[in-house]
């Protein structure tokens, strides 16, 4: 049986790629700021999933959290780095960027992945297929206005999935990082209407010739990039975009 960690694995992208993962009878721990976002999660899927409290911001955190994942797990076999300021949080443009928000979405975004992924290496190793997964954005390739540290964060983890990829081959683990394009959830419509405020337009579902996709579109990348089918897969990021790029 699969043992699966997932940072921020409760709600939007987070929560389908758990689903993804409980759905091929994995047992699953997610990471949240507050552990009750997954109350609906666990009602549903009972102890094959769990929730610890943690702030992918802080290095100290990331190892705790990791390694009681681990614990409650019996080890690991997949850590999905999900978690990250995202929307109106992730909102600035240069001439407005404040020293504090550049830190802290700089900590989250690439930070978070960063330790997390230093924390489970220890635990993947004995694991066989073991995998890393980085979720990026599309905005690595394709910057959204007014979200430039955002937009940074996320190019620097196709970079670091190289790095990792390369550098954990010896060990077994593979890493690789998915792109998601527009993807509908929870939160886009306020999202929208808070760049509309701030007179910005991302343009990206206006450009997707496949219009607007689904959290469990990128689920389901996930799980393939997970499987025994993708095991020849590492260091490389796989866009999924409906073709914004194209």
Avoid at 107 to 135: D, K, T, W, Y
Avoid at 175 to 183: F, H, L, N, Y
Wanted: proline letters at 4%.
């Amino acid at each position: 049986m699969l043992r699966v960690i997932v940072t921020g694995g409760a709600t939007n992208i987070g929560r389908a790629i758990s689903e993804a993962f409980l759905a091929r009878d994995a047992n699953v721990v997610v990471g949240q700021p507050d552990a009750t976002a997954a109350a609906s999660l666990i009602e549903q899927y009972g102890e094959r999933v769990s929730a610890l409290e943690f702030d992918a911001g802080d290095a100290k955190q990331c190892r705790r959290f990791v390694d009681q994942a681990a614990a409650r797990l019996g080890g690991v076999d997949i850590l999905v780095n999900n978690a990250a300021i995202t929307g109106a949080a992730a909102l600035a443009k240069l001439e407005s960027l404040a020293a504090e928000d550049f830190e802290r979405v700089m900590q989250v975004n690439l930070g978070g992945p960063i330790f997390c992924s230093q924390a489970a290496v220890p635990h993947l190793r004995e694991a066989e297929g073991a995998v890393i997964v980085h979720i990026s954005s599309v905005n690595a390739y394709k910057p959204q206005p007014g979200a430039l540290v955002y937009a940074a964060t996320k190019a620097a983890l196709t970079s670091l999935t190289q790095s990792m990829g390369r550098e954990l081959a010896a060990d077994g683990i593979r890493v690789v990082a998915v792109a998601p394009g527009d993807i509908q959830v929870d939160t886009s419509e306020a999202s929208a209407q808070q760049m509309a405020d701030a007179g910005l337009d991302s343009g990206i579902e206006a450009q997707t010739p496949l219009g607007r996709g689904e959290p469990n579109d990128i689920a389901e990348t996930v799980a393939f990039l997970c499987s025994p089918q993708a095991k020849f897969v590492t260091g490389s990021t796989w866009v999924v975009d409906g073709g914004l790029l194209a």
